[in-house]
């Protein structure tokens, strides 16, 4: 996000949201909200199996029996821990049957609704408030002006049907003719939120006809080889002919939505989604994973997991030029192992990777299916506590854990995750947002004081952050010492100096540096996170970084090397000795982040870079700066940003030469590990300094 405050300010119109970092609970009256899928949820509604059919063959849709699948079976009384499931079934019921119609088993029903069931308990013990779908007689036919089919589905896959966009519950248009009123199941709760939510804004998207035309019935007669060799054509089962979507082909990163182009989202869907969303502040980004010979829905695919942590798929690789915008911004995508469990029911029509279809309940919780001991090891490694529940029995029924679950209300807001714009083209749509109008309201507010003293803590309630530091003569000594650099942090001199959590906070500080273009300069290279986000601002004309550190220099020398904006590197050398080699009044924007290199500049080696670099700054340059090892600690020690600014930065940074009406700040969301040796805070600051 560009920050908190500013990402908020613009979210105004929408709702109103909090705007102390205590606040990001909604509203109690709030029944709907949902931004990300990793918000702290407070309420879901469970799909069930009740009345379910078996899909009947549609020009969208021609359901096959897997051959070596079985089916899993729930005698009635029996408990969740009894149910069977066998195997081999597929071939004989392909081979003698074709496909069935009309309802399914009885004692598959039961045992998908025991897991679903047990899911829903699971659930509601964490406190999240679990609502079920009405139930409905799904043998019955439809017969419109345009199609009949002789029964329709189930609602066991809330997920496909309606999205929930913020304040706003999105009725999907469906793209299969079995699917055409599964919504219906969800009305009377959608009503009841509605009803208590006055801001909750409902919209359907228009019913296609889903007439023939909007159907291409002989893409399902094509061969694998025909179909990898139309792979990069992007052409489906379905036609332009009118929008379609399913609301699974829709991933929420706050701002962002993230839709993929497929066989249950035409382009047309997609361009439907850009023009009503857009307005309202969202941005709507296509995404497409050309490996994916029958792509439909997102959640076997593309998982976001948190701020700057995407689960991916390592057997169907989004389109790289889709990946820019992650770039970026820094974001990590972690490919799921291969399931434990590949097996899959004789009727299911999802495949293996439903092992990935994660249900999110926190940023650092999720809930997967229990036999995937892989993944959660994996999850576990990148700091998510994993519930384990079985859902195997549910996988015939069209998904996993997210398919089957609609997330209402999280506690998350309309933040921006991908604040550096990436791209020509959409870079312009994508362009980072002006901090200026929250930032100038905070000046205003720092200028006029009125701020309430803050309540004397405890000696318990200030104690956070990092104390590690040691004294140190001589900083130079730091250019000698060895890296220790893995993909989540970088240790040197046994500190934690930086690590990948810290992602989206570093676009923000990006975002703020090339808010001119124009030659930016930036200290401390670290892991090249936010270097990243320089380098993906195409306003940018020369980017000029100074490094220390002998063993980071080189990484950044390789960095500059193949770089797409022109890298100018500085070092290894202190910035306290390469600051003058660059002219005054030369740069349009600075990012300054920098270690401590001894106990004793902890709180303070900012303010001497800040005296100085204020003459390097052209007029109306921008300069931001970013010290997580001083902030860990003080923010424990004041209770709002406001406060800890006036106290802690303001006067050193007059004393260093700034005009009290230059000086502002925002501040962006952070989500820093359990284990973060000097950072515990879920926002960090965000300062913005302008050269008048
Ligand atoms: C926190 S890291 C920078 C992280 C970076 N922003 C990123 O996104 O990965 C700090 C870097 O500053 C370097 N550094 C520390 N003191 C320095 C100094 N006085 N002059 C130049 N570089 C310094 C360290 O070696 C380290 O690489």
Not at 396 to 418: K, N, P, Q, S, V
Not at 619 to 630: D, E, R
């Amino acid at each position: 996000m560009l920050s908190h405050i500013a990402a908020s300010f613009l979210a105004l119109q929408l709702r109103p949201v909090p705007q102390s970092d205590a606040a990001a609970r909604p509203a109690t009256s709030t029944r709907v909200n949902a931004w990300t899928e990793w918000g702290t949820l407070r309420a879901v509604v469970v799909g069930h199996a009740w009345d379910a059919q078996f899909p009947p063959t549609q020009p969208g849709f021609v359901p096959a029996a897997n051959e070596e699948g079985g089916a899993s079976h729930l005698e009635e009384g029996e408990p969740v821990s009894s149910i069977v499931e066998t195997s081999g079934a597929g071939a004989v019921i392909a081979e003698e049957i074709g496909w069935p119609l009309g309802p399914k088993k009885a004692s598959t029903i039961a045992a998908a609704n025991a897991q679903l069931d047990n899911l829903a308990r699971v659930l509601a013990e964490r406190g999240v408030e679990v609502s079920r779908p009405d139930r409905m007689d799904w043998s019955k036919p439809l017969s419109t002006p345009h199609f009949d089919v002789p029964n329709q589905y189930c609602t066991t896959c809330p997920r496909d049907v309606v999205a929930t966009l913020g304040s706003i519950v999105l009725e999907a248009t469906m793209s299969r003719r079995d699917r055409y009123f599964e919504v219906n199941s969800l009305r009377p709760h959608l009503r009841s939120l509605w009803r208590a939510d006055k801001q909750m804004q409902w919209k359907s998207a228009p019913k296609p006809t889903m007439r023939d035309e909007m159907y291409t019935p002989s893409w399902w007669g094509l061969t694998t080889d025909e179909r990898y060799a139309r792979m990069h054509d992007y052409e489906f089962c379905i036609t332009e002919e009118e929008p379609i979507f399913d609301a699974a082909d829709i991933m929420r990163c706050g701002k962002d939505l993230f839709v993929q182009l497929s066989m249950t989202c035409n382009q047309a869907g997609i361009d439907w989604l850009s023009r009503e969303l857009e307005p309202q502040g969202f941005r709507v980004h296509r995404v497409r994973f050309p490996y994916d010979l029958a792509p439909s829905h997102l959640d076997c695919t593309f998982v976001p997991l948190k701020p700057g942590l995407v689960l991916t798929n390592p057997e169907r690789p989004i389109l790289e030029e889709d990946a820019a915008i992650f770039r970026a911004n820094g974001w990590r995508f972690v490919d799921a192992p291969q399931p434990d469990n590949p097996s899959r029911p004789w009727a299911s029509q999802s495949s293996k990777w439903l092992s990935m279809n994660v249900l999110s309940i926190s940023p650092t919780c999720v809930v997967a299916e229990e036999q995937e001991t892989s993944l959660h090891t994996l999850l576990e490694s990148e700091g998510f506590e994993v519930i384990k529940v079985p859902f195997r029995a549910v996988y015939e029924f069209g998904g996993g854990l997210h398919c089957a679950t609609w997330d209402t209300l999280r506690d998350d807001d309309m933040d921006d995750f991908f604040p550096a714009a990436y791209g020509d083209a959409a870079g312009a749509e994508n362009a980072p947002v002006s901090p200026e109008p929250a930032a100038t309201e905070v000046a205003a507010r720092l200028r006029g004081g009125g701020v309430a003293a803050a309540p004397e803590k405890t000696e318990k309630e200030t104690e956070t952050g990092y104390a590690g530091l040691e004294s140190r003569a001589d900083r130079a000594e730091w250019t000698g010492i060895k890296e220790e650099l893995d993909e989540a942090r970088l240790d040197i001199d046994g500190h934690p100096v930086m690590q990948r959590w810290e992602t989206p906070y570093m676009g923000s500080l990006a975002a703020v540096a090339t808010s001119k273009g124009g030659r930016v300069l930036e200290v401390g290279f670290g892991m090249g996170i936010s270097a990243s986000a320089i380098q993906a601002v195409d306003a940018v004309d020369e980017h000029l970084i100074i490094e220390a550190n002998a063993d980071v220099y080189s990484r950044l020398e390789d960095f500059a090397a193949t770089a797409r904006r022109p890298v100018t590197p500085i070092g290894p050398a202190l910035w306290q000795d390469a600051l003058d080699t660059v002219p005054d009044g030369s740069l349009d924007g600075i990012l300054y982040d920098t270690y401590p290199l001894n106990k004793e500049e902890q709180h303070t080696h900012q303010f001497e870079f800040l005296r100085r670099a204020r003459a390097k700054l052209k007029k109306g340059g921008v300069l931001t700066y970013c010290n997580l090892t001083s902030l860990g600690v003080l923010k424990g020690k004041y209770d709002s940003w406001e406060e800890l600014f006036r106290e802690t930065q303001l006067p050193k940074l007059i004393e260093a030469g700034w005009l009290p009406e230059e000086i502002s700040f925002t501040t962006a969301r952070t989500a820093p590990p359990a284990d973060c040796e000097y950072y515990s805070h879920d926002t960090g600051l965000v300062p913005v300094l302008t050269k008048q």
